[in-house]
């Protein structure tokens, strides 16, 4: 069965960290471009980062250029969303996606509160 499972959110004070991992199964995880979307309730998901096959290239939305960072590691078969210097804005359900597949994983639920 192909399936994508997020983990690592929480409840983070502003300023602090939060490194999201994404495990996937089932599937060539190493062919395919892997991205990080996230979503509030009521409004649609906003595609945060992609990263390519190989790693070398990844994008990132303009909210989260300077904070955040996508990595991954084929061997494990895991995504990561480093997340640095959250927001209150950045509250949010993070998803892993794999466009290619159509595989979205359960979401995993990030607040960012004092």
């Known amino acids: 069965q192909e399936q994508l499972v997020e983990s690592g959110g929480g409840l983070v004070q502003p300023g602090e960290s939060l490194r999201l991992s994404c495990a996937a199964s089932g599937f060539a995880f190493s062919f395919y471009a892997l991205s990080w979307f996230r979503q509030v309730a009521g409004k649609e998901r906003e595609l945060v980062a992609t990263i390519t096959v190989g790693g070398a290239t990844t994008n990132l939305a303009d909210s989260v250029k300077g904070r955040f960072t996508i990595s991954r590691d084929n061997a494990k078969r895991t995504v990561y969303l480093q997340m640095n210097s959250l927001k209150a804005d950045d509250t949010d359900v993070y998803y892993c996606?794999?466009?290619?597949?159509?595989?979205w994983g359960q979401g995993t639920q990030v607040t960012v509160s004092s």
């Open positions: 996606r794999c466009i290619n597949r159509n595989l």
